[in-house]
């Protein structure tokens, strides 16, 4: 990676720490994703300025307008990941030239059609870490080791998380 980019995401990283460390309300957050439905099972989702589109394929009874749930879950760990990486290999001066990152993840299918006793999510989920860089590895172990700890989609995998549902029931047009 080039000096600039490595400098600027060392001077963003470290400039939001110094504000989380000194207010930090400022690093509280909710983040708010809305999505709807477009036709089928075909949905958008909305956050800000960025919209991402889902659908199932069509041997689940979609369109493939767009890739499903499920790898979208993927990429964002993975990306988390990579992204990650590369923050906190900027940070503590370890230069990185690559990173990759590969998610194996394991489920049955049968749970997200009811069957008893097997959950609809993931038994087990794998990534493989391949890392481009000149530095000693025990330098690059410790920016993964890092980088692995502070990952808020990791973190999702990790740690059980409250999940509170709140439902409308509108007439259709209201």
């Known amino acids: 990676m080039n000096p600039e980019t490595t ?3 060392k001077t963003a990283w470290e400039r939001n720490g110094r504000a989380i460390e000194l207010r930090p309300a400022v690093g509280q957050k909710t ?3 809305t999505s709807r439905l477009i036709d089928g099972l075909h949905v958008e989702a909305e956050e800000g300025r960025w919209k991402l ?3 199932a394929s069509e041997k689940s009874g979609g369109t493939a307008a767009g890739p499903d749930p499920g790898f979208v879950v993927r990429a964002a760990l993975a990306n988390c990941f990579a992204m990650g990486y590369v923050t906190w290999a900027a940070h503590l001066g370890v230069p990185i030239e690559g990173v990759e990152v590969e998610i194996h993840a ?6 997200q059609h009811g069957a008893d006793g097997i959950p609809p999510g ?3 989920i794998r990534y493989h870490v391949r890392i481009q860089s000149n530095a000693p590895e025990g330098d690059v172990r ?3 080791d890092h980088a692995d700890r502070a990952s808020m989609v990791g973190d999702v995998f990790r740690r059980a998380h409250t999940l509170v549902r709140h439902l409308t029931v509108a007439k259709p047009g209201a």
């Open 7 to 9: 400098g600027r995401i």
């Open 122 to 124: 993931y038994s087990e």
């Open 31 to 33: 983040a708010i994703t």
């Open 53 to 55: 589109s889902c659908d």
């Open 106 to 111: 394991d489920f049955d299918a049968r749970g």
């Open 142 to 144: 410790r920016v993964v």
